[in-house]
């Protein structure tokens, strides 16, 4: 097992573009596979997904994690987690959605981003073979927001309002609009 430590802001190589992969070598798998296993570990927060240079490769790669509920118990979360090796958005939808972001390089931080809600992307798996995926809803946010870190941009670059919050505030923001059960 390789878990690498996570950068974190105000790290400069987090706004640092990657470069493609031209080969899909012993190199790349240990990243893969560094990138896997250091997702897997970060328990606190759970992440989501985590791209090359949030563990200072400047490499594009990353790893997208989907959530789902066990079929046989729906009270138990699992997910899965997929490789896209220089990714590539082929397509967007023009219909955006907001949604509250946060990332592991940027600790303890929250803020709302509008982003295509369907695209369809192009990339190399796990095995460096061709793959399309047509993404939705969280799914679809997460490969863009992990795809953005390969361009140097985090997520608090694009606030639609420009405001971050911490985990606090932001359940507090919760609580005050719940409905009573």
């Known amino acids: 097992m390789a ?3 996570i950068l974190t802001t105000p790290n400069d190589i987090l706004h640092k573009p990657a470069e493609k992969i031209r080969e899909f070598d012993a190199e790349t798998k240990k990243l893969i596979t560094d990138l896997l296993d250091t997702l897997r570990d970060a328990k606190d927060p759970e992440g989501a997904g985590l791209a090359a240079p949030q563990i200072g490769v400047l490499k ?7 959530f789902y509920r066990d079929p046989d118990n729906p009270e138990i979360e699992l997910s899965k ?5 220089n990714p590539k958005i082929i397509s967007a939808s023009e219909e955006l959605v907001s949604g509250m972001e946060a990332c592991l390089s ?5 803020g709302l981003v509008e982003r295509p809600k369907k695209i369809k992307v192009k990339a190399l798996d796990e095995h460096g073979e061709v ?10 946010r997460i490969v863009q927001h992990e795809i953005d870190h390969l361009d140097g941009i985090l997520f608090t670059d694009k606030l639609v309002d420009g405001k971050t919050y911490t985990e606090q505030e932001l359940d507090a923001m919760y609580s005050e609009n719940a409905e009573e059960l």
């Open 81 to 85: 987690e997929y490789v896209f090796v």
């Open 131 to 140: 793959v399309r995926k047509t993404l939705t809803g969280f799914m679809a």
């Open 3 to 5: 878990v690498v430590p």
């Open 106 to 110: 940027i600790p303890d931080t929250y």
């Open 60 to 66: 594009r790669a990353l790893i997208a994690r989907r």
